[in-house]
């Protein structure tokens, strides 16, 4: 018989006496508990109609050690682009890879932090603000 024994950072299948110890059939297992993402950041912030309507959305997950590992940067505004539910300009890395949506259209970008990925977004966003 074997008895499931859990622990702060793994599970182990463990024998319960001694005859489960001698059998050299048993087969063990060790399963590693690994902790899920932590999302950190989940804003939405409204704009007026007056600075110009729409929504910025941000959603930022970070692992056990604070590093990010998943993240949705985006501008919203049905009245500018009703297609990509409404995402004028975003940047994610859903489907394993980093990416840029311009009004419907989805293109690679280079990952060289996340940091540069906020600075193109607010580039973008600010660029989008201030065209008549």
């Known amino acids: 018989m074997t008895e499931l024994i859990l622990g702060p950072v793994s599970w182990a299948l463990q024998p319960t006496n001694q005859s489960d110890k001698s059998n050299h059939a048993m087969v063990s297992a060790v399963i590693i508990f690994i902790m899920a993402d932590r999302k950190i950041v989940d804003d939405t912030h409204h704009i007026t109609h007056k600075r110009g ?6 959603e930022i997950w970070v692992d056990a050690q604070g590093q ?3 993240y949705n940067l985006a501008y919203v505004n049905y009245a500018l682009h009703a297609g990509d539910n409404g995402r004028v300009v975003g940047y994610d890395n859903q489907h ?8 419907g259209v989805v293109a ?18 600010t660029a989008l603000r201030s065209t008549p």
């Open 53 to 58: 309507n729409g929504q910025l959305r941000r």
């Open 68 to 70: 990010v590992t998943r």
């Open 96 to 103: 394993g890879y980093h990416h840029r949506h311009y009004f």
């Open 108 to 125: 690679a970008v280079e990952f060289t932090g996340f940091e540069d990925i906020e600075d193109q977004f607010q580039a973008d966003w």
